[in-house]
């Protein structure tokens, strides 16, 4: 294959080295602004080429060892090589990259924070989903990297929480010692996923099987782990992966796990969505607390089990489109003894309609990738004073913003950086009616 040198002028907004060749963008996993590379052209089409790094001319000064032994081959963390101070100004640069591409904004004068970063970078992920896999003669909880045959075993993973690490080491030599296999399409038979959470320090692990289900023995010697307080199993043969569709059967231990946040605790069931880093969630609504005013009447769409909600005092109305966040969400509001929100359970669009034309609301708090028409439309029409809006798409984000200029103003943008070394984050974005 051809090699060029290449110079590296920015990271792209999935964490790849961007440089030139013969005025033609080029995408390289790990390299580093600033850096200059030889590379090996891997792919070539007319609009780009992708290349890969096959030798470093001159290195960045920002580029460290890697925090991950699988970065070589893993691809689900892009910025393993990037001291973290320099992970804080990339991503409000791709932030404000957005919003040169998509506004008339001058970006420059727009009142964008210095990005939150996280205070712990390693071993912060608390939610795990990995498939079943077969390999030299035992089943693992690995992914085969994408357009390869490599499997990343995710058992050590650098990302991922200390004690979902060592439980998965556990569970997986169980499986072995019983000799489950991973599934097989043909028969419908075997384990697809597992997927695990660490909820205040106690493990809840769902199992994803084929129509064979989970022998007991194997529930058995998986409880006897320590941390594990809730084992879970789901059959499905489909090929879909909406595994939250189906029925959930409990093989061991408690329904319900607690998970303490603002002085408060809550319980979680199996469906409901746990947050994946749960200290970064906690900023991120502490963020949103404090663009709030007291006394006003909320619209919070998108509410999940309530965390934030809940912690309020305000008169809200909380709409979330899966029954399970709702059912959650009352269960809570019982025993926590709250009163102050009305749970709806509906598609949000209909609902952000049918709530913005029957009630006056002062704020309305969106968390979603993007805004949709009938959002923008509602808010616009309703005359909602104020908008706090959650994306974790800046393009889509800076769209968004351009449409409502001409009835909002930005007050605040606030990149908060809730995956640390990925190229993932979220901006919370306040707006205030002109």
Known sequence: MRKERVEIKKLGI?????????????????????E???????????????????????????????VCKEYTNCQGCALTTLEYSKHLSFKKGLLKD???????????????????????????????????????GKVHAGIFQRETKYLTLMNQCSMQDSL?????????????????RDYNDKVKKGLRFM?????????????VTGQDGMKQEVINDISQIPEVKSIWYTINTTRYQQFEMQGYKKAYGQSYLPFHCFDQKYLYSIKSEFPVYPQMEKIK???????????????????????????????????DEKNYHIHDAKENAKFLVKDNVQWICQNVH?????????????????????LSDAFKQSFILSKIKHIIYVSDHPSSLAKDLEE???????????????YPYSAKFDTVVSLIRK
């Open 164 to 180: 979902i690490n060592t439980c998965i080491q556990k569970i997986e030599d169980i499986l072995n010692e019983h000799h489950v």
């Open 350 to 370: 209909e609902a952000c309609i049918q709530q913005c034309k029957k009630n006056h609301f002062d704020e309305v708090i969106v968390r979603s990738s993007e």
């Open 14 to 34: 999935n964490g790849e080295g961007i440089g030139y060749i013969e005025k033609k963008i080029c995408f390289i996993q790990d390299a580093l602004p600033g």
């Open 404 to 418: 409502l200029d001409k009835y909002y103003r930005i007050e605040k943008i606030i990149p908060i950086d809730t």
């Open 36 to 66: 200059i590379v030889d590379v090996e052209i891997i792919e070539r089409t007319r609009q780009f080429t992708k290349g890969k790094v096959v030798r470093y001319i001159q290195k960045s000064p920002y580029r460290q060892p890697s």
């Open 98 to 136: 957005a919003l040169k591409k998509y506004t008339h904004f001058d970006v420059e004068r727009l009142p964008i924070q210095k990005t939150i970063k996280a205070p712990e970078t390693l071993h912060y992920r608390q939610v795990v989903s990995l498939p079943i896999t077969y390999f030299k």
């Open 285 to 319: 609504l502490d963020t949103i607390r404090s663009l709030l005013s007291e006394d006003s009447k909320i619209l919070s769409l998108n509410c999940g089990i309530g965390l934030l909600e809940l912690s309020l005092k305000q008169n809200i109305v909380a709409v």
């Open 195 to 207: 997927r695990m959470r660490n909820i205040d320090g106690q493990i809840q692990v769902l199992f």
